[in-house]
């Protein structure tokens, strides 16, 4: 099981950025990948990003597009997710996740992620 703590959440204005990180620990990270999800308060948790295991392949949902980035360092054992041009819908928990598997690139889903952190707020002002 891999251990995940994210972090650099927080108030934000709209149009305004942030940056999330996710340091991993327990298994072998490098060889997972790895996922941001959001979960706003009354509704489902829903796919935000994802990254290869290999960091060469990224996946996102269309309300992020062109607005956030996920990266990884495999050095480190840390995910990111850089959030710019914030908006009020953005506001919700997010959590950083691993794939149920090494070595696989799933479709997007919740129930393709086994490991979960415990989540960081993001509040964006309008």
């Known amino acids: 099981q891999v251990q995940l703590v994210e972090s650099g959440g927080g108030l934000v204005q709209a149009g305004g950025s942030l940056r999330l990180s996710c340091a991993a620990s327990g298994r072998t990270f490098s060889s997972y990948s790895m996922g941001w999800f959001r979960q706003a308060p009354g509704k489902e948790r829903e796919f935000v990003a994802s990254?290869?295991?290999?960091?060469?392949?990224?996946r996102y949902a269309d309300s992020v597009k062109g607005r956030f980035t996920i990266s990884r360092d495999n050095a480190m054992d840390i995910v990111y997710l850089q959030m710019n041009s914030l908006k009020a819908e953005d506001t919700a928990v997010y959590y950083c996740?691993?794939?149920?598997?090494?070595?696989?690139?799933?479709?997007?889903?919740?129930?393709?992620?086994?490991?979960w952190g415990q989540g960081t707020q993001v509040t964006v002002s309008s």
């Open positions: 990254i290869i295991w290999s960091g060469d392949r990224t």
């Open positions: 996740a691993a794939e149920r598997r090494p070595w696989s690139w799933s479709s997007p889903s919740v129930a393709d992620f086994g490991s």
